[in-house]
């Protein structure tokens, strides 16, 4: 029974509608966007695996062995970019920003137009026996294994340094992820290809250790940002359930069939319009009572400050009478003392 590819349809529809779903949640950032790439790229990736395991014709097979390598050199170098913009920004040295995503782009375009990094793959009787590759593999493995473990490392450095509990959070989810995927990845796309441990089989699943990476990424991304996946839940499932009401009119097949398939229509729409309406109206009336919150909380830290400096001021000025009444006394007991000692040398 063949169980990858329906492995492989189902990854890169899920993988291409969390990217989709995290970009439409937040389209002005660029974190957002930046997944979304990813999940392209993983896409693209697993189409190539998909492309050169069960191929149509040998020319498809070893395009697909080309394309796969093309999805993973881009993919890697999406990935070094995400981890210094997201949770927050911070940048490695330029030097290796400059190095390792030129060198993916490069790699990943001579994986398509060469046979450099994937010679060729050999079938027999439509099933895969051997792969080939090219004399720049080690090359790209040492490359990317490089930009990886770099990555990495400074993703937990990073971590480290955060003192925002929300952004900590995120981070935690995102590290999860990333070393769940990267000892998978490593072992099967890396390690038995380079020293031919086993099966060619093996590296085709590869991709689908990065379903993990992809998922805690989403939910980092998404975790702290519920009333806007809420609203977008809410315009998929109106907008899915439209499109079916509005074909349903055709299939019925007497006219009373059709108006009360229209009018259900009709209903749904308008229901669908005060839910969403309500929707946003909750999102509008949540950010409203945060930024109060918000308010309120800068107007006591304010207060707070305030009465700090009040009772600085105070000891200071308590400090002050304090040593103004020691040296007050201090100078009534001496002139007492020397007008006993006055008296004292009158009376001899």
């Known amino acids: 029974m063949d169980i990858l590819t329906p492995l492989i349809l189902v990854f890169i529809v899920l993988t291409l509608f969390i990217g989709i779903f995290v970009y439409f949640s937040n389209k002005k950032s660029r974190t957002s966007l930046t997944f979304l790439f990813f999940c392209l790229f993983a896409a693209i990736w697993m189409t190539g695996v998909l492309m050169t395991a069960r191929p149509i014709s040998t020319y498809i097979g070893n395009l697909g062995f080309g394309l796969s390598f093309f999805g993973i050199c881009f993919l890697a170098a999406d990935f070094m970019y995400f981890v210094q913009i997201f949770p927050e920004e911070k940048y490695l040295p330029k030097w290796i920003n400059i190095f390792f995503i030129s060198s993916m782009v490069i790699i990943g375009l001579m994986s398509v137009l060469t046979d450099l990094v994937a010679d060729k793959v050999s079938y027999s009787n439509g099933v895969m026996i051997n792969k080939t590759y090219g004399p720049l593999y ?15 490392t400074f993703s937990v450095l990073k971590y480290k340094e955060l003192k925002e509990t929300i952004k900590k959070r995120q981070a935690s989810y995102f590290l999860v992820g990333i070393f769940l ?3 998978l990845t490593v072992f ?3 390690m038995y290809p380079m020293f031919k441990l086993g099966s060619y089989e093996v590296p085709q699943y590869g991709p689908l250790c990065f379903s993990f990476f992809i998922v805690f990424s989403a939910v980092a991304i998404l975790r702290y940002r519920l009333f806007d996946i809420k609203i977008i839940m809410t315009e998929i499932l109106v907008g899915a359930m439209g499109f079916v009401l509005l074909f349903l009119p ?26 969403i309406k309500a929707s946003l109206k909750e999102i509008k009336n949540s950010e409203t009572l945060e930024q109060k919150v918000k308010e309120r909380t800068g107007e006591l830290e304010k207060s707070e400050k305030v009465a ?10 308590a400090a002050e009478l304090e040593r103004w009444y020691k040296l007050t006394i201090g100078r009534e007991v001496r002139m007492a003392e020397l007008k006993d000692k006055i008296k004292e040398l009158e009376n001899k």
């Open 308 to 317: 700090e400096e009040a009772k600085k001021v105070a000891e200071e000025r």
């Open 250 to 275: 055709f299939l019925m097949s007497t006219n009373i069939l059709r108006i009360l398939a229209i009018t259900v229509f009709i209903v749904f729409c308008l229901i669908g319009y005060l839910l």
């Open 138 to 152: 080690p090359v790209f493995a040492i490359v990317l294994l490089f930009g990886l473990l770099t990555s990495i």
């Open 188 to 190: 099967t796309n890396l």
């Open 181 to 183: 995927s990267f000892i």
